[in-house]
């Protein structure tokens, strides 16, 4: 999967951080900006966990598919399609 800088797009990722191997899924319209910025410290709320690897995300043509997109996968749902999905990455 290649990842195209289209303004037009608005992804929502998964984050796996190193630290401590859990999952955090957002949304940005700058995806190489937005894990930098979280491997840099400036996002509040993961800064502790760091460093992240970005392990998987989508691209949706408007950031209000992309925000319900994000809600459905911090569900339980939601979190087990992306275990789900990344079953071989996970294992190794």
Known sequence: MRYNRHAEYCYVYVLR??????????????????????????????????????VYWEGCRNESDAAQREKYLKTAWGKRYIKNRLRCYLTG
């Open 17 to 54: 951080s190193q630290a401590d191997h859990q999952f955090y899924v957002g949304l940005t319209r700058d995806l190489p900006a937005r894990l930098q910025a979280h491997n840099d410290g400036w996002v509040n709320s993961t800064t502790k966990r760091r460093p992240f690897e970005l």
